[in-house]
């Protein structure tokens, strides 16, 4: 058995885009060469600024999009074409967690209906059996049996995601994309709700995919790391490492806004220029307009994703490849 739950290769996506209603049509590239994988019950964290790539690249691991191009294995075996039935009992193994539960659940339905609909939809025991298993799956989120006859309008926001998460648990799901989960609720409550998805995660041996805009939770939630900028991966890394060196530019300049525990707060690096956007890709390296170490080279040359060192990997010419040491160390 690989130690991998999910492999992706080389994923990449357009949209067809009009800028305008005679304007013709363009293709905007929002994935652009993703290759990564997440190890079985282990979370990798996504980072980037809005726009890099990093809901799409969740939505092209879950199949829910089909990829313009590059290939994608569960468990080992290659995911099958959407709307398949092969598909349809794959994506009871994986599920998706977003941002906003009102959304995600239905307002005609109580709480028990909608966490049972999984087991309904995969035939999973008698109704006996079903209503065990609402109350097990409520009670494992913290939410109480009479949370399971309320509607989702009646619940707090927390309360709703932690109804969604009971959902999402019902097919025993070995592979959650979390994008964003917590930072529609209040910050009093996403503390609690992080910490929940961490203690089902190690009580249910998931795997996660984590996108979110909150570092400091990304760095205590991620084993490893994944920095994207405009639709590819930039740096990858254990969590541990990254946050304590990052070596390419442009991850040194996300994680110096964050206070390290234990060491002085470095100098905060604020990124210049307009953020990433697919529509005016920059030639050569798209971080160049804003790096502060740009050579001609960069203007030209688009890096590849290299290893640096047995468990990282970084796409920036100024990086040095097979060294322990970083060349930019020094110079920040
Ligand atoms: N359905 C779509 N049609 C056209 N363009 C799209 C579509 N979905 C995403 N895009 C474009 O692809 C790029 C990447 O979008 P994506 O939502 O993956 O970014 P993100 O990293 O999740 O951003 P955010 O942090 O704001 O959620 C963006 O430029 C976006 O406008
Ligand atoms: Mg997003």
């Not at 609909?117 to 049996?145: K, M, S, T």
């Not at 995660?201 to 400091?216: G, N, P, T, W, Y």
């Not at 996300?254 to 005016?280: D, M």
Request: hydrophobic residues 40%.
């Amino acid at each position: 058995m690989s130690a991998d739950i999910i492999t992706a290769q080389g994923l990449v996506k357009d949209y067809a885009s009009r800028r305008g209603m005679f304007a013709p049509p363009t293709t905007v590239r929002a994935v652009d060469g993703v290759s990564l994988s997440v190890e079985r019950a282990s979370t990798l964290g996504i980072v980037g600024e809005s726009g890099s790539g990093k809901s799409t690249t969740g939505r092209l691991l879950l199949g829910i999009e089909p990829s313009s191009k590059g290939s994608i294995s569960f468990d080992g075996r290659p995911i099958p074409a959407a709307g398949t039935s092969e598909w349809r009992r794959l994506r009871a193994r994986m599920q998706l967690i977003y941002q906003d539960p009102l959304a995600a659940l239905d307002r005609r339905l109580t709480i028990a209906d909608q966490v049972r609909e999984p087991l309904d939809v995969h035939n999973i025991g008698d109704a006996a059996e079903r209503r065990e298993r609402v109350h097990e799956l409520l009670a494992a989120v913290g939410l109480r049996p009479d949370h399971g006859r309320s509607y989702p309008h009646e619940l707090s926001g927390g309360q709703r995601q932690r109804a969604v998460l009971a959902r999402a648990l019902a097919s025993r799901p070995e592979f959650l994309v979390c994008d964003e989960p917590v930072s529609a609720l209040d910050v009093s409550i996403q503390a609690q709700v992080v910490n929940l998805l961490t203690d089902l995660q190690e009580r249910f041996s998931i795997a996660m995919l984590f996108i979110s805009h909150d570092l400091k939770v990304v760095r205590n939630i991620s084993d490893r790391v994944a920095v994207m900028y405009l639709g590819r991966i930039v740096e990858e890394g254990s969590s541990e490492d990254i946050f304590r060196e990052p070596l390419h530019p442009y991850t040194q300049a996300l994680v110096s806004s964050v206070p390290q525990p234990g060491t002085p707060l470095k100098e905060r690096i604020i990124l210049q220029g307009e953020p990433p956007n697919p529509a005016n890709r920059p030639s050569g390296c798209a971080f160049h307009p804003r790096c502060r170490f740009a050579t001609a080279r960069c203007r030209s040359e688009t890096p590849a994703l290299k290893q640096t060192t047995d468990d990282r990997s970084v796409a920036c010419h100024l990086v040095a490849v097979s060294t322990a040491q970083p060349s930019l160390e020094g110079v920040v």
